[in-house]
Nanobody
Framework: QVQLVESGGGLVQAGGSLRLSCEVS????????MGWFRQAPGKEREFVVGISRSGIKTDSPDSVKGRFTISRDNAKNTVYLQMNSLKPEDTAVYYC?????????????????WGKGTLVTVSS
């Protein structure tokens, strides 16, 4: 069993930055492709960005491109999401996700393990 625990969410003003962290335990972290999803109130959960075992990053939606950056530290069993130039529309619960298949990281159906999420609120 794999456990994913997110941290780093909170309230920030528009234009500000946050860094989310997701610590993984229970299995070998380096086996997994990691990703971040988000779910805004009343909307479906959407893919934000992923990263392969070796650190290759996936593409991301235009809504976050150039502002959000994913990284991982295999020695610390942790994946990060650096979010800059935050906008009110970035307000959502952010979920960490893990799978063993790089091709399926972009879809909720392809995720093997989820964290419980951390709330990010961006005020205008």
């Amino acid at each position: 069993q794999v456990q994913l625990v997110e941290s780093g969410g909170g309230l920030v003003q528009a234009g500000g930055s946050l860094r989310l962290s997701c610590e993984v335990s229970g299995r070998t972290f380096s086996w997994y492709v990691m990703g971040w999803f988000r779910q805004a109130p009343g909307k479906e959960r959407e893919f934000v960005v992923g990263i392969s075992r070796s650190g290759i990053k996936t593409d991301s939606p235009d809504s976050v491109k150039g502002r959000f950056t994913i990284s991982r530290d295999n020695a610390k069993n942790t994946v990060y999401l650096q979010m800059n130039s935050l906008k009110p529309e970035d307000t959502a619960v952010y979920y960490c996700a893990a799978t063993r298949n790089l091709r399926t990281i972009v879809s909720t159906d392809g995720i093997e393990y989820w964290g419980k999420g951390t709330l990010v609120t961006v005020s205008s």
